[in-house]
């Protein structure tokens, strides 16, 4: 007790005499903010969540703030209007479509460039190919890879069972689809034959790259700024037509536009479903216990030659206004979502593809693919076939505006009241206007 007063007694002491003397203790010094804007939710969202809380542990120097500011449109124009009014994140979360928009708007910090302005290399080398061109301009990446996907095809393997298909064989070409859908609906195994998520992501602007056919000039904008859409071609409108000859015959179903159709698979009504390799996260908890499924390449439409499928989910864009020591610690956070140990974290729990090669080879290392051969889909999709400048990806400007346009024309063909060359023509000349204007402002 005696050395317990006492040394009390000292501690007040010389708290006494700091201050006496004008000096106290130095209050601990609070970590530099680096806001964050995203638009995941759900299980993803949870993810993103997880993913900033291990690197703010991981050091004490910065903490990364993440905020759900909408979904991928409502956050690319929340931050471009937060630019304007001098108030912008560190950094936002911007879908694939919002590239070329990001690349001409003047309020992004070119992640190379940030990486080497702050001394913190990474072996860009190493960057998935596919990932790292479509986010790079003149050989430079300018936004770095987060949550990058592809759409895949998954199958019901329970309904296949009960209309007396095949589990272990999922359909490879649209005649496949069409006469696995006809078996399952007249068989009464399931009233949804074939649907699809994300409509001109999945069924145009991917069946195009897939097949190595032109979805917009200019190589779909990566040799320029792109004025004119090509999806009214024969390719085009043989695609929507097939859909739409589908639905009249009642066995494809019109899901909507966006992930609205996922419910249907999710929930065990349909056969055949196209959508984001990322859908696998939040479809293995779903499904869990209920029904088994299986993963597809996209269809082939015979008679086409092959292309890649391209890639959808978003990039990380650093906007310009901060201060250099902000920029270190997103500098940082980057330096630790790139590292193999985070990479292959974020692909075991999102689906999403890991974005440098080092990762990829440190999961095939391990059972991953044995145990879940599914996540390997994405893989062959983007890297198996052939990179042409059409299947290279797809950068136009206002391209969220152009994707409203072909789907909005695709509602009409599906509610029959257009036929598909009708409605791609309209959707085309929209598209072209949209086009024009944007590059009108930028050129």
């Keep these: 007790m005696r050395t317990t007063r006492h040394a009390r007694w000292l501690l007040m ?3 006494a005499l700091l201050v006496a003397s004008g000096l106290s203790p130095a209050p601990a010094r609070a970590a ?3 806001h964050f804007w995203h638009a995941m939710t759900g299980a993803l969202g949870e993810r993103v969540t997880e993913l900033v809380q291990k690197f703010n542990a991981s050091q004490k120097e910065f903490e990364v703030k993440a905020l759900h500011k909408g979904n991928y449109t409502e956050t690319l124009t929340g931050a471009i209007a937060a630019y304007r009014a001098k108030t912008p994140p560190h950094i936002v979360q911007v879908f694939e479509v919002g590239t070329q928009t990001m690349l001409s708007s003047g309020a992004v910090y070119p992640v190379y460039q940030l990486m080497k302005d702050q001394g913190m290399d ?4 190493d960057f998935v190919a596919p990932v790292k061109s479509y986010y790079s301009k003149e050989g430079h990446l300018y936004s770095m890879p ?7 095809l998954y199958y019901n393997k329970d309904i296949f069972k009960k209309a007396g298909l095949d589990p272990a064989k999922p359909p490879t070409t649209f005649p496949e689809i069409e006469q696995v859908a006809r078996k399952v609906i007249s068989s009464g195994a399931a009233k949804c034959g074939f649907s699809h998520a994300w409509p001109s992501w999945t069924m145009v602007e991917n069946m195009h790259a897939w097949h190595d056919q032109s979805f917009a000039d200019n190589q779909n904008g990566f040799a320029g700024l792109a004025k004119e859409l090509k999806v009214n071609g024969e390719f085009g409108v043989k695609v929507i037509d097939t859909l739409a000859r589908w639905q009249k015959e009642g066995i494809y179903t019109w899901g909507g536009r966006g992930p609205a ?3 249907m698979f999710r929930g065990g009504e349909c056969a055949i479903h196209v959508t984001s390799s990322a859908f696998i996260g939040g479809l293995s908890r779903a499904a869990a216990g209920k029904f088994e499924w299986g993963t597809g390449n996209l269809p082939r439409m015979p008679g086409y ?3 890649n499928s391209i890639i959808g989910g978003a990039t990380l864009w650093v906007m310009k206004s901060h201060k250099g020591t902000e920029y270190k610690g997103v500098a940082a956070f980057f330096h630790f979502l790139a590292s193999t140990e985070q990479q292959a974290w974020w692909h075991q729990n999102t689906g999403y593809v890991p974005i440098s090669n080092a990762s990829l080879k440190a999961l095939e290392a391990t059972d991953h693919f044995q145990k879940n051969p599914f996540q390997r889909q994405a893989f062959q999709q983007i890297s198996g076939g052939k990179t042409t400048a059409n299947s290279q990806g797809i950068r136009l400007g206002n391209f969220v505006a152009v994707r409203d346009a072909i789907e909005g024309e695709m509602e009409n063909i599906f509610a029959g009241k257009k036929t598909a060359r009708q409605g791609l023509d309209d959707a085309v000349k929209k598209s072209n206007e949209i086009l024009k ?3 009108s402002l930028y050129q």
């Design 146 to 152: 987060f949550n990058s996907s592809t759409p895949i």
């Design 261 to 263: 159709a996922e419910a």
């Design 13 to 15: 002491g010389l708290a």
């Design 32 to 34: 530099t903010e680096i």
């Design 305 to 307: 030659p092959q292309g």
């Design 437 to 439: 204007e944007f590059a």
């Design 122 to 125: 990474l072996n860009w080398a």
